[in-house]
């Protein structure tokens, strides 16, 4: 099969958008990494000494998810050159999914008891407000969930000195096939 020199190009384009937005992401990240190296001696000295409670819980959650979310992209999602099984690529792809969807959830409800003790809500009013903001990224967390468990690796891709190319396969929504390559 001949690829004409339009889809050549195409893919071209295409990952030329990629690496693009690689590297905007990755500054941000540097810039968020930057911002938690700068402020830590302030969370020392007023965050640490306080006592364990749900509010600390969700700061920590909030502020360092993210950099773990960032470390499992970093490996999953960016050419590191290290030897993966399709297995260990697929867990890998699980993982970083969970983590994000809990982080996003635990920040949105953060958010949402923030603004309901700005607008001193009543407790109604304040259930409203979490419904609302939490509702939208836990029906995304259940519909990713249940395409996540029809992914299947592919193995017969050998890749370069042992390692492979992971094939992570799944249907959308539309019925349409998918499917991404990461080595």
């Known amino acids: 099969?001949?690829?004409?020199?339009?889809?050549?190009?195409?893919?071209?384009?295409?990952?030329?958008?990629?690496?693009?937005?690689?590297s905007i992401n990755i500054a941000f990240y540097c810039l968020y990494v930057y911002?938690?190296?700068?402020?830590?001696?302030?969370?020392?000295?007023?965050?640490?000494?306080?006592?364990?409670?749900?509010?600390?819980?969700?700061?920590m959650i909030c502020r360092y998810g993210l950099?773990?979310?960032?470390?499992?992209?970093?490996?999953?999602?960016?050419?590191?050159?290290?030897?993966?099984?399709?297995?260990a690529c697929k867990v890998l792809f699980i993982i970083t999914r969970v983590v994000y969807n809990i982080f996003i959830v635990v920040c949105d409800f953060s958010l949402a008891?923030?603004?309901?003790?700005?607008?001193?809500?009543?407790?109604?009013y304040l259930v409203g407000i979490v419904i609302l903001s939490c509702g939208i990224p836990l029906v995304n967390a259940i519909f990713q969930s249940s395409i996540i468990l029809s992914i299947s690796c592919g193995t017969n891709f050998p890749h370069r000195r042992?390692?492979?190319?992971?094939?992570?396969?799944?249907?959308?929504?539309?019925?349409e096939n998918h499917s991404a390559y990461w080595s």
């Open 1 to 22: 099969m001949a690829i004409s020199a339009e889809q050549i190009q195409a893919l071209s384009d295409a990952i030329t958008i990629w690496r693009r937005q690689e």
């Open 35 to 59: 911002y938690v190296l700068t402020t830590v001696a302030e969370e020392i000295a007023i965050i640490l000494p306080q006592r364990w409670n749900r509010g600390k819980m969700l700061y």
């Open 67 to 87: 950099l773990v979310v960032i470390a499992l992209e970093f490996s999953r999602d960016y050419r590191n050159y290290y030897p993966t099984s399709p297995n």
């Open 113 to 124: 008891l923030c603004l309901g003790a700005l607008l001193q809500a009543k407790a109604l």
């Open 162 to 175: 042992g390692t492979w190319l992971c094939l992570l396969r799944s249907r959308r929504l539309d019925g």
